[in-house]
C-alpha cells in the first residue's frame, strides 16, 4: 500500500436537538493508505455512520475535516461511492439500467455509448450479475440485489468506496458469498475501502485494520488493530489459524469491555438520520457469541 490517500483530521460534530447541544464525535483521527481496506465496529449510537457520512460529503464537521488526495472533502462526489445496507435499486429499472444511471451521471462525454455499455456490463461481471443483468429488482434475491448495488458504485470509478453495513441484512451463506466476491473485486481494483459492520468476523476476514470506535457521546477511536494476514484469504483455513483467533478475541475484548460503559439516553439515537433514511439503516448488533454486540 502507498502513502496517505485519505485523511480524516481532528472530526468532531454536533447536532442540535430539542435537549441542547449533541457530540457525536470527538476528534477522530485517522489516516488511510491507497489500497487499504479499513472497517468501523463499535457498538450502536458511537458514531460509526456519521464518519461514514462525513467522508461521503453528507455531513459537514463541526470540527476538523477530511482530505482526500491533498483536496478537502466538503460535499459528495464520484470519487466517494457509497453502497449502504439497503441496496436502493430503482423497482423500475433493470440491474443494468440501475448501474447505466450511475455510469451516464459520472461519464457523460467522456465515454462514448459503446464504452459506456463495455463498461456497465464489466462492472457487472464483476459483481457476478451478468447473468441477471435485464432483470429487475423484483426478479431478484437480496443478495443479488446488493451485488447489483455494489457493481452501481464501482461503475462510477471511486478511488474510495464506502460501506454502511452493506451485508447485514442477508443470510449467512449469501453474506459468505458477497464478502468473498469483495475481497476478489478489492484485490483486483486496489479500490481503498472504508465499511461499517458489526460482524467481528467480516472485519478481521476483510480488513488491512480495524478501527473500534468508544461509545458515545463524543465517541472517538478508542483502539486500531492491524490485519496482518496474509493475502488472499480463505475462511475455512482461517478457522484454524491461531493469529485469526487472536485477532478476532482482540475485538471481542474491545466490544465486551466497551459493553458496561454508560451511555446517556440520547445516545441511543444515533444522529446519522440526518443524512438521509439510507444513512440510518444500520442494523443494531445481533445478540450471537460470534457478533458480540
Known amino acids: 500500500m502507498s502513502a496517505e490517500h485519505l485523511l480524516i483530521d481532528h472530526v468532531s460534530i454536533e447536532f442540535d436537538t430539542p435537549k441542547g447541544k449533541f457530540k457525536a464525535l470527538d476528534r477522530v483521527n485517522l489516516r488511510i493508505a491507497k489500497g487499504e481496506f479499513v472497517s468501523l465496529i463499535g457498538h450502536s449510537g458511537c458514531g460509526k455512520s456519521t464518519v461514514l457520512n462525513i467522508i461521503a460529503g453528507l455531513l459537514q464537521a463541526t470540527e476538523g475535516g477530511i482530505v482526500l488526495d491533498g483536496k478537502e472533502v466538503n460535499e459528495p462526489g464520484p470519487e466517494r461511492a457509497v453502497v449502504f445496507q439497503n441496496h436502493s435499486l430503482l423497482p423500475w429499472l433493470t ?3 440501475n ?3 450511475a455510469v451516464r451521471q459520472v461519464f457523460r462525454g467522456k465515454k462514448s455509448k459503446r464504452e459506456m455499455q463495455e463498461w456497465i456490463e464489466h462492472n ?3 459483481a457476478h450479475m451478468d447473468h441477471a443483468m435485464h432483470k429487475k429488482p423484483s426478479e431478484i434475491s437480496g443478495g443479488m440485489k446488493q451485488r447489483v448495488g455494489i457493481a452501481r458504485a464501482l461503475a462510477m470509478k471511486p478511488s474510495v ?3 454502511d453495513e452493506p451485508f447485514g441484512a442477508l443470510d449467512a451463506l449469501t453474506r459468505a458469498h458477497l464478502q468473498d466476491s469483495l475481497m ?3 484485490n483486483e481494483l486496489n479500490n481503498t475501502v472504508v465499511m461499517i459492520t458489526h460482524d467481528v468476523d467480516e472485519a ?3 480488513s488491512d485494520r480495524i478501527v473500534m470506535m468508544t461509545n458515545g457521546p463524543a465517541a472517538t477511536i478508542g483502539e486500531v488493530l492491524t490485519v496482518d494476514l496474509p493475502r488472499p484469504r480463505d ?6 489459524d491461531s493469529r485469526y483467533n487472536h485477532l478476532r478475541a482482540e475485538v471481542l475484548r474491545f466490544l465486551h469491555e466497551r459493553r458496561g460503559e454508560k451511555v ?10 440526518a443524512a438521509g433514511s439510507n444513512a440510518a439503516s444500520v442494523s443494531k448488533p445481533r445478540r450471537n457469541a460470534k457478533e458480540a454486540a
Do not use: G, K, N
Not at 235 to 240: F, I, K, T
Not at 264 to 273: L, Q
Open 95 to 97: 440491474a443494468y439500467e
Open 99 to 101: 448501474v447505466e444511471l
Open 124 to 126: 457487472l461481471r464483476l
Open 264 to 273: 446517556e439516553p440520547t445516545a441511543t439515537m444515533e444522529p446519522d438520520t
Open 161 to 163: 468506496l464506502l460501506m
Open 235 to 240: 475462511r475455512l483455513a482461517l478457522a484454524d
Open 204 to 206: 478481521v476476514l476483510l
Open 184 to 186: 476478489e473485486i478489492q
